[in-house]
């Protein structure tokens, strides 16, 4: 047999088994393939979300960047962390302190943080994003991935009384929105900011929609001014003797060093890839279990049909190649419904954690991910082959081959 005989034969054999799929999905087997592709759907669902999740935590949105050597964050009584954080206790005098601490010597830049998610609106369009407010200066490059010079120097809103409304904007914000440079834009409580530059070099961890702001404008919005707060100082350094000075600052702090910072995100890491791997594993072994169950009774449910196959001169060969066809389209089916499923869940749980949890969102969505709920559908219809087939083999009777 020739290649272009082989390869008709089999494109003969997708095009029955898809067409039987369907007519026994919407006819002679409804509830069947229907609850098989539905189990295959909620496994790789499960899968998507989970694995959305642990990227989420590896990829923790912090104020982080190369210029940045320590944060100093407010004592809590769990185990203090550089992550964005705003639920946790804040600092006051946020302008008057980073003044302070800009005037040590090592110090080569520094500024104070405050971090919130917020919904901004324009052209009819919301979209919950990660608001940072900052001091902009000479020697702070970026801050949460965004460039920094794109904002005016010093605070003008504080010092002068100045309102700027200026607000840099991450790429995936201003795409979703439709926004560009000049453009108006409507944050948390209808107040009116412009969009001053879109950052196309941002490199906000796990793509998450942020927005760069002044800090005393961002005060004046989220009613944080009465006490200048602020989340976090971020301070860059060559000396590490600055480090006990900066522990000083505030009675009730901690400082973390970029150290400390990559031993966080390593754990992270580690946790996220045995959060996935686990979650790949159970979902393989679950969706396997489940296809060789509902399948296999298909198959003794099916076994007139096979044997009336046998009778009209089918072979053997040809009834498991159709067999092990349909059940590999039942699979990636389920695995593309799951997929999208998981995708929705994934939003979801961002939307819930926002409201309820959290201030920012836990878990990363991307398309990536339907590619990979797919292949992982597709591994458990072949892991199920062999079993099936073997099922098929002997409930069927005639010719061998």
């Given at each position: 047999?020739?290649?272009?005989?082989?390869?008709?034969?089999?494109?003969?054999?997708?095009?029955?088994?898809?067409?039987?799929?369907?007519?026994?999905?919407?006819y002679?087997?409804?509830?069947?393939?229907?609850?098989?592709?539905?189990?295959?759907?909620?496994?790789?669902?499960l899968?998507?979300?989970?694995?959305?999740?642990?990227?989420?935590?590896?990829?923790?949105?912090?104020?982080?960047?190369?210029?940045i050597?320590?944060w100093?964050?407010?004592?809590?009584?769990?185990?203090?962390?550089p992550?964005?954080?705003?639920?946790?206790?804040?600092?006051?005098?946020?302008?008057?302190?980073?003044?302070?601490?800009?005037?040590?010597?090592?110090?080569?830049?520094?500024?104070?943080?405050?971090?919130?998610?917020?919904q901004?609106?324009?052209?009819?369009?919301?979209?919950?994003?990660?608001?940072?407010?900052?001091i902009n200066?000479?020697?702070?490059?970026?801050?949460?991935?965004?460039n920094?010079?794109?904002?005016?120097?010093n605070?003008?809103?504080?010092?002068?009384?100045?309102?700027?409304?200026?607000?840099?904007?991450?790429?995936?914000?201003?795409?979703?929105?439709?926004?560009?440079?000049?453009?108006?834009?409507?944050?948390?409580?209808?107040?009116?900011?412009?969009?001053?530059?879109?950052?196309?070099?941002?490199?906000?961890?796990?793509?998450?929609?942020?927005a760069?702001?002044?800090?005393?404008?961002?005060?004046?919005?989220?009613?944080?001014?009465?006490?200048?707060?602020?989340?976090q100082?971020?301070?860059?350094?060559?000396?590490?003797?600055?480090?006990?000075?900066?522990?000083?600052?505030?009675?009730?702090?901690?400082v973390?060093?970029?150290g400390?910072?990559?031993?966080?995100?390593?754990q992270?890491?580690?946790?996220?890839?045995?959060?996935?791997l686990?979650?790949?594993?159970?979902?393989?072994?679950?969706?396997?279990l489940?296809?060789?169950?509902?399948?296999?009774?298909?198959i003794?449910?099916d076994r007139?049909?096979?044997?009336?196959?046998?009778?009209?001169?089918?072979?053997?060969?040809?009834?498991?190649?159709?067999?092990?066809?349909?059940?590999?389209?039942?699979?990636?089916?389920?695995?593309i419904?799951?997929s999208?499923?998981?995708?929705?869940g994934?939003?979801?749980?961002?939307?819930?954690?926002?409201?309820?949890?959290?201030?920012?969102?836990?878990?990363?969505?991307?398309?990536?991910?339907?590619?990979?709920?797919?292949?992982?559908?597709?591994?458990?219809?072949?892991?199920?082959l062999?079993?099936l087939?073997?099922?098929?083999?002997?409930?069927?009777?005639?010719?061998?081959?």
């Amino acid at each position: 047999m020739n290649l272009r005989r082989l390869l008709a034969r089999w494109l003969g054999l997708i095009a029955v088994a898809i067409r039987q799929t369907a007519s026994r999905a919407t006819y002679t087997a409804k509830q069947r393939i229907q609850f098989s592709v539905l189990g295959v759907a909620v496994v790789i669902a499960l899968l998507v979300m989970v694995t959305g999740l642990g990227v989420g935590i590896a990829t923790s949105t912090t104020v982080a960047d190369e210029d940045i050597d320590y944060w100093i964050v407010p004592e809590t009584e769990g185990s203090s962390s550089p992550l964005v954080a705003t639920d946790d206790p804040q600092f006051g005098s946020a302008h008057e302190t980073n003044t302070q601490i800009r005037q040590k010597e090592e110090v080569e830049s520094s500024t104070p943080v405050l971090s919130q998610i917020h919904q901004i609106e324009a052209n009819g369009t919301s979209e919950f994003v990660l608001i940072t407010g900052i001091i902009n200066s000479p020697e702070v490059d970026r801050v949460s991935g965004l460039n920094s010079d794109l904002l005016t120097p010093n605070d003008p809103y504080y010092t002068s009384g100045e309102w700027t409304g200026e607000v840099v904007l991450s790429p995936s914000v201003a795409e979703t929105l439709a926004v560009s440079p000049g453009d108006s834009i409507t944050v948390a409580d209808n107040s009116s900011f412009t969009v001053t530059a879109i950052d196309e070099q941002s490199g906000t961890s796990g793509g998450i929609p942020s927005a760069l702001v002044q800090l005393s404008e961002f005060q004046a919005v989220t009613g944080s001014a009465s006490y200048d707060q602020a989340d976090q100082f971020v301070v860059g350094t060559n000396s590490p003797s600055v480090e006990e000075d900066l522990a000083d600052v505030y009675p009730e702090s901690t400082v973390n060093s970029r150290g400390e910072m990559m031993a966080s995100n390593t754990q992270n890491s580690e946790l996220s890839l045995s959060l996935a791997l686990t979650a790949f594993v159970v979902s393989l072994s679950i969706g396997t279990l489940f296809v060789v169950t509902t399948s296999g009774l298909e198959i003794v449910t099916d076994r007139q049909q096979l044997t009336i196959l046998s009778v009209m001169g089918v072979s053997v060969r040809s009834q498991l190649q159709l067999i092990g066809t349909q059940t590999l389209v039942m699979t990636g089916l389920g695995g593309i419904i799951g997929s999208i499923g998981g995708l929705a869940g994934i939003r979801l749980i961002n939307a819930i954690a926002v409201r309820t949890v959290t201030t920012e969102p836990i878990a990363v969505s991307r398309p990536l991910f339907l590619g990979y709920g797919l292949g992982v559908a597709l591994l458990i219809g072949l892991l199920s082959l062999p079993v099936l087939l073997l099922v098929a083999r002997r409930v069927s009777g005639g010719v061998p081959q």
